[in-house]
């Protein structure tokens, strides 16, 4: 379903990518050309809708925070939005507990039976399953040879009745922690599929009823997970499959449809193959801009703090601060890999340049390493025997230690000059790529 979108929507905000101030025509053009890729791949009408009143709000409404352009602060919104959809947090699963699992064919229910299983030995306990598929007269079978596997009992009904099963099973397994419930593939649509899970629900009545969706399941995900959830009440989604091309947007709809947050992502077909949801990962990879949301949090991270700016546009800018600055930019990993996580940015800059700024960058830090604490807060004491003290601490000559210093200079004049609030908050980090010799 979304397929297309993370490409459709990295050229969404390459348009914006020249805009400077945020107004409202802004906010209005990338709302309407996000619009239009989203309808383009099938996502419901409402959410649509919703999504994009949200955007709307926070990225009028909200200030940029510091140390963020617009456009990685819409970018964040957007982000934000998703992550709001599909939930904020690591999900975990733990305890005692009864689990149902439920979907459409084919989806990976079973497989995954035994996934969570061996997730939860991992964890220390002591799971077991029951086998309430009896449509599909190999489903017990398949079952059992995942529990033989995994050295955790499957009770199967020899009557092939689902609702003895649930209740037999319960029965017997009281002393274990987890109890795991397959159910057989069905379209939620169906009368009579749809009668016979509401009442193994209600003999169940488990603490988690998850939604098996495929990853690639397209536009049917929504309508299917707001049936389910009218049946049965879904409290989480687990997205299979994840190792295929597709690219999870279903699980976008059925979270929408249903309040569920996607707790487990399948990755393969062993047992092993299933991971926590993790939204960072999870939406990035959704957005097919995965590089770019690194660089979003690595830029949060390390970006100013309201505090720093403050401090800096009263003229109080030391060596420690331009250590600091340094560092950050450091952390954010290879200029050159920087460059490449901003679309559109790799080719601009010339690699060579890059790599002297990279080298020149260290050499400042192993000078300022070299300086005493006094000096690094008061760079006018330094002076000949000083210079000539530093750079041999540093290794390097005397006149790289003159350029720091005029370096330095500049970059306190010109963060003087940039003055004003909003000249901080915005572009900051870009402006400050600018000084160390990056034309962006
Ligand atoms: N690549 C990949 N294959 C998976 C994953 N999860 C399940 N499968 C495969 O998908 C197929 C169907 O899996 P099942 O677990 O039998 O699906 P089901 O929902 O129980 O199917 P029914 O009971 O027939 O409705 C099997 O071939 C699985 O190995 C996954 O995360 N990745
Ligand atoms: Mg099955």
Known sequence: MLGDFGKNISNVFKRILSQTTIDTDAVEALIKNLQRELIKTDVDVKLIMDLSNNIRQKCLKQEIPAGLTLREHV??????????????????????????????????????????????????????LIACDYHRPGAPEQLKQLGQKLNVPVYVSEEKDPYKAIKEGIGKFGKYDTIIIDTAGRDALDKQLAKELKKMHELAKPDEVLLVLPADIGKVGGKQASEFHKLVGITGVIVTKMDGTAKGGGALSACHE????????????????????????????????????TLLEKVKETG???????????????????????????KMGSLDGVM?????????????????????????????????????????????????????????????????????????????????????????????????????
């Open 75 to 128: 970018m964040k919104v957007v982000y934000d939005e998703l992550v709001n959809l599909l939930g904020e947090q690591k999900a975990t699963l733990i305890g005692k507990k009864k689990i149902m699992l439920v979907g459409l064919f084919g989806s990976g229910k079973t497989t995954t039976c035994g996934k969570l299983a061996k997730y939860f030995q991992k964890q220390g306990l002591k799971p077991a």
């Open 258 to 293: 249903t309040g569920a947050k996607v707790k487990f992502i399948g990755i393969g077909e062993k047992l092993d193959d299933l991971q926590q949801y993790d939204p960072v990962r999870f939406v990035s990879r959704l957005l097919g801009m995965g590089d770019l949301q």
């Open 340 to 440: 490449e996580m901003l679309p559109g940015m790799g080719s601009i800059v010339p690699k060579d340049m890059l790599k002297i700024q990279e080298e020149k960058m260290k050499k400042y830090k192993y000078m300022i390493d070299s300086m005493t604490k006094q000096e690094r807060e008061n760079p006018d004491i330094i002076h000949s025997s000083r210079i000539e003290r530093i750079a041999k601490g540093a290794g390097v000559k005397k006149s790289e230690v003159k350029e720091l210093i005029k370096q330095y200079e500049q970059t306190k004049k010109l963060l003087k000059k940039m003055g004003g609030k909003a000249g901080m908050k915005r572009g900051a980090m870009s402006k400050l790529l600018k000084k160390f010799g990056l034309k962006l």
């Open 304 to 330: 100013f703090k309201e505090e720093d700016a403050t401090k800096i546009l009263s003229g109080k800018f030391t060596l420690q601060d331009f250590y600091d600055q340094i560092e950050s930019m450091q």
